[in-house]
C-alpha cells in the first residue's frame, strides 16, 4: 500500500543521512533517558539506600509516564502533526533529565523519570510515523530500522562514559545525569530539521487504531517490552553483584551499543525478504537466548557474545512491528495504530522491572535476566503463529 505523495517526506538520495539525524531522537528519548539508568542504579542504589525493587520502581515510574505518552502521543500527532509532537518529546526529555540530577529525594526522582518517559513516547510515536513515511518514500525499511538503532549510540555513549565516573566518584551521579542531559539538548538540535515532514501532514482524527488483525502481534510486543527492559536495567547491578570488574562492565555495555547501531546492516536485508511473523520470532528467540547466556557462565567470552547478540536485536523488535504495522494498516491508521502499539509497550514496560526486581529481592540479581529469558522466548512462540490476516502483510 503506498501513501499518497503529498502525506510523504523527501525522497532526496540523502535519507539515510536524514535518518542518522532522525535517530538521534532514539538515542535520547531510549538510549540516554530510559537506558542509561541501569549504568547508574549502582552506584544511585548504593548512595540513596535502595532495594532492588525500589530501584525497579523508577523504571516503573518511567514506563507509567511513557504509557501516558503514548496516549498523548497519538492525539497531539493527529491534531499538531508528527514534526511538533517529536520536538516537544525532545525538549521534555532534555528537561526531565536535568531534572533528574536536582535531587535525591525518591518522590523527586520518581517525578521526573516519569516526565521523561512521556517524551520519550512522544519522541517514539512521532518519529516512528516519520520514519515510516520516508520508509514508503523510498521503498526500504531503512529509514525504521535506522531511526531504531539511534538507541544503540546513546547506550554506546553511556558505556564508555558512566561506568568509570561512577567507580571513581560514586555520589556524584547527579554530575552523571546532567551530562545526559547536556547531551539530550544537542541531539534535539541536530534532529530538529530531521523530523521536518514535506508536504501537508496528516492531522485529522479520522485514522482509526488497527489492533484486532495483528494482536498476535500485539500480545508478542506485550510480552517483550516486560521482559527487554530488565536486562538493560539489572546487567550493571547483575555483573556489580558478580564483582565484575568496571571496565568489562564498560567494554560490555559500550559493545551493546555499538551492535545495536550496526543492526540495520544485518536486519535490512531480511525485513525486506521475510514475512514480519518470521522477522519478530528470530529476533525475540535470539533475545530469549542471549539474556539467558550470562546465567550459565559469566566469562568474558559469554558476556561478549551475550550483549552483541542482545545489542543487535532488541531494538530491531519495535522496527519489525512498525514495518508491520506500516504493511497492514493504510497511512492515515499509522498514527493511531502505532501510539496503541506503544501503549501496550508501555504497558509490558511498566510491570515488567518492577515485577523482576521484586523477584530478585527474594532471590539474586540473575533472576532478572531469566525473566527477560522467559519473556521474551514466550513472545517469540505467539509470534511464530501468525493468523491468518499477518501472513498477507
Do not use: K
Request: with cysteine; proline share 6%; hydrophobic share 55%.
Amino acid at each position: 500500500m503506498t501513501p499518497t505523495a503529498g502525506s510523504l517526506p523527501r525522497q532526496a538520495p540523502d535519507y539515510r543521512w536524514s535518518a542518522a539525524r532522525l535517530a538521534l531522537g532514539t538515542a535520547s528519548a531510549l538510549g540516554i533517558s530510559r537506558f542509561a539508568y541501569g549504568l547508574l542504579l549502582p552506584a544511585m542504589r548504593t548512595d540513596l539506600h535502595w532495594s532492588l525493587a525500589q530501584a525497579g520502581a523508577l523504571t516503573t515510574a518511567n514506563s507509567l509516564g511513557y504509557l501516558l505518552g503514548a496516549v498523548l502521543a497519538g492525539i497531539a500527532a493527529r491534531r499538531r502533526g508528527p514534526t511538533a509532537t517529536f520536538r516537544l518529546g525532545m525538549v521534555l526529555t532534555a528537561l526531565a533529565l536535568a531534572a533528574t540530577a536536582v535531587s535525591g529525594a525518591y518522590l523527586a526522582l520518581l517525578t521526573a523519570r516519569a516526565a521523561a518517559g512521556i517524551g520519550g513516547a512522544l519522541v517514539f510515536v512521532a518519529g516512528g510515523v516519520i520514519a515510516s513515511r520516508s520508509a514508503a518514500a523510498v521503498r526500504s525499511p531503512a529509514p525504521i530500522t535506522i531511526y531504531f538503532a539511534g538507541a544503540g549510540l546513546g547506550i554506546a555513549i553511556s558505556g564508555a562514559s558512566l561506568p568509570g565516573m561512577m567507580a571513581y566518584a560514586p555520589h556524584d551521579w547527579p554530575m552523571a545525569w546532567l551530562g545526559l542531559a547536556a547531551f539530550a539538548l544537542l541531539a534535539t538540535v541536530a534532529s530538529w530539521t530531521a523530523a521536518r515532514v514535506d508536504g501537508p501532514e496528516l492531522r485529522s482524527a479520522t485514522g482509526r487504531r488497527r489492533i484486532r488483525p495483528l494482536w498476535r502481534t500485539a500480545v508478542a510486543y506485550l510480552l517483550f517490552a516486560g521482559g527487554y527492559i530488565a536486562y538493560v536495567t539489572f546487567l550493571s547491578a547483575a555483573l556489580a553483584q558478580e564483582h565484575t570488574p568496571v571496565w568489562q562492565i564498560s567494554t560490555l555495555w559500550t559493545v551493546l551499543g555499538i551492535s545495536a547501531v550496526a543492526a540495520p546492516r544485518v536486519w535490512d536485508p531480511l525485513m525486506g525478504r521475510w514475512p514480519p511473523a518470521r522477522v519478530l520470532t528470530t529476533l525475540l528467540a535470539l533475545l530469549a537466548a542471549a539474556s539467558a547466556l550470562p546465567l550459565v557462565s559469566s566469562s568474558h567470552a559469554v558476556l561478549a557474545v551475550s550483549v552483541l547478540t542482545y545489542g543487535a536485536t532488541f531494538m530491531t523488535v519495535p522496527a519489525a512491528v512498525t514495518a508491520t504495522i506500516r504493511g497492514a494498516t493504510p497511512p492515515e491508521d499509522w498514527t493511531p495504530t502505532l501510539s496503541a502499539f506503544t501503549t501496550v509497550f508501555a504497558a509490558g514496560q511498566t510491570i515488567g522491572p518492577w515485577a523482576a526486581g521484586a523477584i530478585a529481592d527474594r532471590t539474586s540479581a540473575a533472576a532478572t535476566l531469566a525473566w527477560t529469558a522467559a519473556l521474551c522466548a514466550s513472545a517469540a512462540l505467539v509470534a511464530a503463529y501468525p493468523r491468518r490476516a499477518d501472513r498477507r502483510i
